[in-house]
């Protein structure tokens, strides 16, 4: 997510599409905030965070 004059923030989001994932970040947006998709996440990497089905966290 980025808005004007603030850092970039980049969240961790367990989904089963990129479509439900920037779903369920865009309910953290106001107006004026992006959102994209900038990667992904290996199986391995996304067990070694922790991360669970449908959890989104700040990385």
Do not use: C, H, N, W
Request: no cysteine; hydrophobic share 45%.
């Amino acid at each position: 997510m980025r808005q004007k004059r603030e850092a970039t923030r980049v969240y961790a989001v367990v989904a089963t599409s990129a479509e439900a994932a920037l779903a369920q970040v865009a309910g953290l947006t106001v107006d004026g905030i992006e959102t994209e998709v900038v990667g992904t996440f290996s199986r391995d990497l996304t067990r070694s965070l922790g991360l669970k089905p449908s959890e989104m966290r700040l990385v």
